[in-house]
């Protein structure tokens, strides 16, 4: 009879510690679906907080306590290694970058900007101050993940724009495929030994007013190579002179947009004038009248003499007025 009650307690105690084990799994398995959910739901930037604070294997150790069951404690922990991994990865991913909001600019307009790091580009001289063109590039790199560089058209790096400008960098990519037309000016600054410029992009601009613009500044690289020459010759400078026409001409028919202001050095007609007279290059003097808009720009003073020595040329060849 004892034998009997024995029995019957140890099948009642075995069927108790069965059922408690099952539910145990049950509570498992709708706690796993539920910090799924969680995480599901979670903001984006607080993942990989959660997934590094071991806040999720505290509380699944807390669970797992009461079941003693090893297989299901390593599955647990094997499950949310997997999905840390994979948050982890959708964070180096372009499935992430994608879905992060765009910043575009509202205006369009031609957006200005000091190039920065000159200074550590090795290869950069005092050759190279001056005008320039070239192009703005997106560039993901270590140190800045919407880095803009600046390129000289001849494939010199010259630094980049301030970094974290996501703004730059997101309407680069969507408007014009991550690479646009860009131009500006560097140089050095001999009193406090730094390098310095200054970079200008037509950012969202439709595609032929930024080649309206190219014209302009192709020709404004050009007469910057030309007036950089000292001393500056006959035909250099008579070239300068009909570039600057060139782009006044461009600039009437192209928008209206700070960056692409042109100033001309007054003292260019002046000096090639009495250049000009010198060599007794007469016919080449009497051309300058057609300047007539830039001598009377010029100060009085300048003025006076350059039109007396156009005068001078054509009383040399009998030209009468």
Known sequence: MLYLIGLLLFIITLFYILSKSKKNKQNVSKY????????????????????????????????????????ILEKIKVDFSLQSNNVNS?????????????LLYKTIEIRHFAIRGIRF???ITESDT?????????????????????FRNDGKQLGYTPKNNKRLDDSIKKWHSGKILCWGI???????????????????????????????IRRKERLSILLKEKPASIENSLNALKIHQEIKELTKITPK????????????????????????????????????????NLSSVMASSTLQRINKAKEFLNIKE
């Open 32 to 71: 796993l679906i539920y910090k799924k959910e969680e995480i599901a739901n979670l903001p984006s930037n607080n993942l990989n907080s959660y997934f590094s604070s071991g806040y999720h294997n505290k509380d699944t150790e807390e669970l797992l306590s009461q079941s003693k069951s090893e297989p």
């Open 90 to 102: 959708h964070f180096n991913s372009d499935y992430y970058n994608n879905h992060i909001e765009e």
């Open 121 to 123: 580009r090795e290869n």
């Open 130 to 150: 001056g005008f320039f063109v070239g192009h703005a590039i997106c560039e993901d790199n270590y140190h800045d993940k919407y880095a803009v560089a600046i």
């Open 186 to 216: 560097i140089g050095y600054d001999n009193y406090n030994n730094i390098w310095g410029g200054d970079v200008y992009i037509p950012v969202g601009m439709p595609e032929d007013t930024i080649n309206m613009i190219h014209e302009i």
């Open 257 to 296: 947009f700070d960056g692409l202001n042109h100033v001309f050095p007054k003292t260019l007609i002046p000096s090639l004038s009495k250049h000009l007279e010198k060599e007794k290059m007469w016919s080449k003097l009497i051309e300058l009248e057609q300047y007539k808009d830039e001598i009377q």
